[in-house]
């Protein structure tokens, strides 16, 4: 059994940063990317930001400039330290794993992200 679990979201005014970091435990195959989605009210959930286990990174257009993706291997967490946040960068950040062979997809419950203008 895998878990999931995000943490450091907030309320903060634009042009503040946050870091959030996720944690994975249970049994996680080493070829897996993770990874950070989120989701604003009436929006599907996009991706952010993802990271593969080489350190291979892959950003939104929205926020490259802005968003650093991070991992830790030895402790199967990842985080995204968010700078010059904007209002639109509001949501629910989920944080997800997916694992290569076998094929499997691993999500957290999310944490929320406001911005104030």
């Known amino acids: 059994q895998v878990q999931v679990v995000e943490s450091g979201g907030g309320l903060v005014q634009a042009g503040g940063s946050l870091r959030l970091s996720c944690v994975a435990s249970?049994?996680?195959?080493?070829?897996?990317?993770m990874g950070w989605y989120r989701q604003a009210p009436g929006k599907q959930r996009e991706l952010v930001a993802a990271i593969t286990s080489g350190g291979i990174t892959n950003y939104a257009e929205s926020v490259k400039g802005r968003f650093t993706i991070s991992r830790d291997n030895a402790k199967n967490t990842v985080y995204l330290q968010m700078n010059s946040l904007k209002p639109e960068d509001t949501g629910v950040y989920y944080c997800?794993?997916?694992?290569?062979?076998?094929?499997?997809?691993?999500w957290g419950r999310g944490t929320q992200v406001t911005v104030s203008s």
């Open positions: 997800n794993v997916h694992v290569i062979l076998p094929a499997a997809d691993y």
């Open positions: 249970g049994r996680i195959f080493s070829g897996n990317v």
